[in-house]
């Protein structure tokens, strides 16, 4: 057996036995291989399958640290706050059964053992063979024609957010479609920008035409058609933020505005929905003027998004995991919330409850006669749209509900509104 498999063994043994903790900081690189007389070369290929495994997990600049070995080998370096929130329906929370983490594990298994590409920092506009994996890949699936060279990769949209507002003239004005999007809108203030809603002469349009409201409306194509002619004529950028286009159902598939646009549209979507949230891994294709500007600051900036996680995120989608990942998160979430909704009709008869185009969304309107706290109070998260004379509309997203826990779910939604 390889030294590194031995001393990886007597580790994981150690957790495995509670002789070291959860939270228990673990011997430094140098340390260990002082204890058992070997490199640290075979100290860091054994810490790397540990942390692979999900036994230990780094800390920048402190050290490695055990995480529950618990079912699912839960990752948590810091003692656990005790939540009283019982369920969750603000949604941003993947179902259990919605990826299969084993097997991206093996593929950050794989990556890690790149050892030369873990030497060095990634590039500021993220892996090549990644950006030529995503070209593909939005060719294929959104019609979307972009070179690798204009693709820029970072840890969610908020990152990539802050590049866009270094490159655009400050005089700029951003329209927003409403208020809801509060750290975006947040953030191009703090760059100093004039940041509008449904402002008509904007020189930067911001949308989301999948997801264009909390309640998951989204934009039908003769609306992209106007938008993309529109902008044209009056020579705004328009973003457009390609969030949840995978999970349309009551809707027919519509084309993403780059497809329809004329060079004048900021392509970008995220990897998050589709396979969990904690793999941050985003990304945007820049227009052929921008990526010149561009180009002249990337020196500046830094690449904000897992090496590591870059590198196993190109080869899951070449080895084809991607689409039938997104094939089954679309079915599994779709089936709960029709689901979740016929659950509620028939505890809340006199509701009104309306699923989203997206159908990761339900609407819910009904008579109230209690205080919107009472939903914190009886451990219940949940986005409270609209309150005035008694009634509330809430939007729910079950998604991180299990389906064994629906029924259980629903009831306390009732309670909490009966």
């Known amino acids: 057996m390889k030294k590194y498999l031995k001393i990886y063994n007597i580790i994981k043994s150690q957790i495995e036995n509670k002789e070291l903790a959860a939270g228990q900081k673990i011997l430094s690189v140098r340390k260990a291989a002082k204890l058992y007389n070997v490199s640290i070369t075979t100290i860091q290929n054994a810490y790397f399958e540990l942390c692979a495994d999900g036994y230990i997990i780094s800390q920048s600049k402190s050290g490695y640290y055990v995480t529950s070995t618990a079912e699912n080998n839960t990752i948590n370096t810091e003692p656990e706050e005790k939540d009283s929130i ?187 929905a589709m396979l969990i949230p904690a793999i941050r891994i985003s990304f945007m294709v820049l227009t052929p003027e921008l990526y010149d500007i561009y180009k002249t600051k990337m020196h500046r900036l830094a690449q904000t998004a897992s090496k590591t996680e870059q590198i196993a995120l190109c080869s899951y989608i070449r080895d084809g995991h991607l689409n039938s990942q997104t094939k089954k998160v679309r079915r599994l979430y779709s089936a709960k919330t029709k689901d979740f909704a016929k659950i509620l009709k028939n505890k809340l008869p006199n509701s009104k409850i309306e699923i989203g185009d997206n159908t990761l969304q339900i609407i819910l309107s009904a008579e109230i006669s209690k205080s919107p706290d009472i939903f914190e109070s009886m451990g219940i998260k949940v986005h409270i749209e609209k309150f005035e004379n008694k009634m509330i509309t809430l939007v729910i997203s079950p998604s991180g509900i299990p389906f064994d826990e629906l029924e259980n779910a629903a009831e306390l939604l009732k309670k909490a509104i009966v």
């Open 86 to 272: 019982i369920y969750n329906f603000t949604g941003g929370i993947a179902d259990r059964d919605s990826f299969d983490l084993k097997l991206w594990q093996r593929y950050i298994k794989s990556a890690l053992r790149q050892g030369d590409r873990m030497l060095s920092y990634s590039s500021p506009q993220g892996e090549y063979d990644l950006r030529c994996a995503i070209s593909d890949y939005i060719k294929e699936k959104r019609n979307v024609v972009a070179s690798p060279d204009r693709i820029i990769v970072g840890a969610g949209v908020t990152a990539l957010l802050n590049i866009i507002c270094t490159l655009l003239d400050k005089s700029s004005i951003i329209s927003f479609p409403d208020n809801s999007f509060e750290t975006g809108i947040g953030l191009f203030r703090d760059y100093g920008y004039d940041v509008r809603t449904r402002y008509k002469d904007a020189d930067v349009i911001y949308v989301s035409p999948s997801h264009m409201t909390r309640w998951g409306d989204v934009m039908p194509i003769k609306r992209r058609v106007e938008l993309t002619e529109y902008s044209c004529k009056k020579g705004s950028i328009v973003i457009e933020d390609d969030y949840e286009n995978e999970f349309l159902y009551n809707v027919r598939p519509t084309p993403s505005l780059y497809a329809l646009g004329k060079g004048n549209v900021i392509y970008m979507s995220s990897f998050s």
